[in-house]
């Protein structure tokens, strides 16, 4: 039986550097990641998560609000899931957020939500391209004291307070049941994301936060200043909302690098060789199969 409520639902995503396309400037002499030398995505599988959200709107009501943490161009993202249907999102930027590990990261992350208050579920992906570690998500559930459903592949029921989810393990599946709220972190098997809307892509157009106001005005001369501009955006509804932090109740000693255990050592330049065989069914399975596992393995995209 379905329950007669609505959820909440917050997703964290995140831009990231678009791995299919490195080049040789990738790397800089000290040896860090040159990110203005890769083109800027939204970080796959959080696009899972996004879409399981909005199926949860869909099927129960609520809101969708999507949250990312970084510098001003990560708006970007927050507008491609405006345009994909979130009915809210909100840009967490600071310089005091600059060089985040995993661990100051889900810091800042518990703080926005915990601003924000009314939520019943957590989304995001399962992990990053960029760093692969599947961490952020579960020490996020960590810290804001909430259950938490790793490889969530799809959600089996909502009803009342309880969620009952289906995961994607190497060896099977699982179902897991618990109360809300909840974290769950997606894997890119659960769905097929839906494409931004040309509707919402218009109506959007616009939309910004106040960090990118400087350079909207070389764009558009005819806003005389950054506050005809803010008056302008405000009155239409088209202020994404900026959070630093400021904004949140948090411990300025536990963000950026100040708050982070985890220093990168040494980068190393790997070459893969092929070292073992696999043999796939001459049929549609095997060939579906396979392509399935390169795309999971973001070796194709």
């Known amino acids: 039986m379905s329950s007669a409520r609505t959820y909440n639902s917050v997703v964290l995503v995140k831009q990231v550097p678009d791995t299919h396309n490195i080049t040789g400037n990738v790397m800089k002499n000290d040896g860090t990641l040159n990110r203005s030398a890769l083109p800027a995505i939204f970080n796959p599988e959080d696009l899972n998560a996004l879409e399981m959200a909005l199926q949860v709107r869909e099927r129960y009501g609520g809101q969708v ?3 990312t943490m970084g510098p001003p161009q990560a708006a970007e993202v927050l507008r ?13 930027s600071d310089r005091k ?4 590990d995993t661990l100051a990261t889900s810091y800042a992350l518990t703080g926005a939500i915990k601003k924000l208050g009314d939520y019943d579920l957590v989304f995001c992906g399962r992990q990053a391209i960029d760093g692969d570690t599947a961490q952020v998500g579960p020490q996020t559930a960590e810290k804001l004291g909430i259950p938490q459903i790793t490889y969530a592949e799809s959600i089996v029921s909502l009803d009342g307070d309880e969620i009952v989810a289906e995961r994607a393990l190497p060896l099977g599946k699982e179902l897991v049941q618990c109360s809300l709220p909840c974290l769950l972190t997606v894997v890119a098997s659960a769905n097929q994301p839906r494409p931004p809307s040309a509707r919402k892509r218009i109506e959007y ?5 106040p960090l990118e106001y400087r350079s909207l005005l070389k764009k558009w001369p005819e806003f005389e200043n950054e506050d005809v501009l803010d008056a302008y955006l405000t009155k239409r509804d088209l202020k994404l909302p900026l959070w630093t932090t400021a904004d949140l109740d948090v411990d300025e000693e536990k963000l ?3 708050g982070s255990p985890t220093q990168v ?8 060789e092929s070292t073992q065989s696999k043999e796939i069914p001459a049929n549609q399975e095997g060939i579906a199969a396979l392509l399935q596992e390169l795309v999971q393995e973001y070796i194709v995209g």
């Open 265 to 272: 050592y040494k980068v190393n330049f790997v070459v893969l």
């Open 205 to 209: 157009k616009l939309a910004a936060t």
């Open 80 to 92: 491609d899931a405006l345009h994909r249907g979130a009915d809210r999102v909100i840009l967490l």
């Open 256 to 258: 950026g690098l100040s």
């Open 97 to 100: 957020f600059a060089g985040a």
């Open 65 to 67: 609000t999507v949250m």
